[in-house]
């Protein structure tokens, strides 16, 4: 519990002190994000605001969990952790490249989305290699509350895949307003960190610590009105993060319910785009979901309220589904 602790608030106190650093920094060289057109008209006063802020959460994740949770995994022989904490990185690291390409051309694109969907398929088909190699998941996924197991052979590693690259993406799309990402992001993490208290997963309870730890100094920086965006390194890590912890807790099938609103972000995409083309009108008001409700009128907070609110009973219930499977 002290190692859970010291995870947390060594993860914390990092990430804030990297930020009230670096923050002044980012703006006097001018690495601001640039707000594309097609966006809500009144985002342009955000132009210029720093990005790439998840740099420094992922720095302060990352130190603690190295720190408190990967010398005594790796005594137990157990590297599941390394595992996790690696893939998330890899996954931090392209959206990286994506913020990268974006400042030093001083243009909103990044990365192509081909690009991405390569990098995001083949770091996703990584893990599960290495995942399946070490004995962690195999190619069964259980249906919660009962004890059937489907098993999907060959085809479970393609759906697992495709699953992964669009949640990672979906949480990508949930970064669009101040707080909100990281909000839902943290409310999952803390559901995972109550799940590895009940049930005495340390590894688990170190690293969704140190998660919350670096979130809550990022939204502290981050809440409306923004001092600094994650960027596409932190959304991108964070959707990870998400997806890990569905395999980290034989419940993958779950997170299509625990993370919801990544799922409707990136469907109301789909739909928009679809319904425009077949129509040549427009759905909703906008999309991602959350533009459209802030056309609606609907507040910055106010969305981030309701979001997080809907975020909170999904992992509730999700919640008391893992504590029944797993008692």
């Known amino acids: 519990m002290i190692k859970i602790c010291l995870s947390f608030v060594v993860s914390l106190v990092i990430t804030a002190v990297l930020l009230k650093v670096f923050i002044p920094v980012l ?3 001018k690495l601001g994000q640039k707000i594309l057109e097609i966006g809500p008209n009144w985002h342009k006063s955000k132009e210029g605001t720093p990005t790439m802020g998840g740099l420094f959460f992922i720095t302060g994740i990352a130190v603690s969990v190295l720190i408190f949770g990967l010398p005594d995994a790796i005594r137990r022989g157990d590297y599941t952790v390394a595992v996790n904490l690696g893939f998330a990185v890899l996954t931090g690291a392209v959206g990286f490249i994506d913020d990268y390409v974006k400042l030093f051309k001083k243009q909103n694109k990044g990365l192509s989305p081909s690009q991405k969907m390569a990098f995001l398929i083949v770091t996703s088909g990584a893990y599960l290699w290495v995942m399946n190699a070490m004995g962690k998941i195999d190619t069964k996924i259980s249906i919660p509350l009962t004890d059937l197991q489907i098993e999907l052979g060959v085809f479970y590693y393609i759906i697992a895949i495709l699953v992964m690259v669009y949640l990672i993406n979906c949480a990508n799309l949930t970064d669009g307003i101040d707080g909100l990402a990281g909000s839902i992001s943290c409310i999952i993490m803390t559901m995972f960190f109550i799940f590895s208290l009940f049930f005495e997963k340390q590894d ?4 969704t610590a140190a998660v919350i730890g670096a979130l809550l100094a990022f939204l502290y920086f981050n809440f409306y009105p923004a001092k600094v965006f994650m960027g596409d390194t932190g959304s991108l890590f964070l959707g990870s993060v998400t997806m890990l912890m569905g395999f980290w807790t034989n419940a993958s099938i779950l997170i299509f319910f625990i993370g919801l609103i990544y799922f409707i972000e990136g469907v109301s995409v789909i739909l928009q785009v679809g319904y425009y083309k077949m129509t040549k009108k427009r759905l909703f ?3 991602p979901i959350h533009h459209h409700f802030e056309m609606k009128g609907w507040s910055e907070l106010k ?4 979001f997080s609110a809907v975020t909170v009973v999904c992992c509730a219930v999700a919640y008391v589904i893992l504590y ?4």
Not at 204 to 207: D, E, Q
Not at 324 to 327: G, T, Y
């Open 324 to 327: 029944f499977n797993n008692i």
């Open 204 to 207: 688990m309870g170190v690293f």
């Open 285 to 287: 008001k906008m999309a």
């Open 303 to 306: 969305i981030v309220g309701v």
């Open 27 to 29: 703006r006097k060289v």
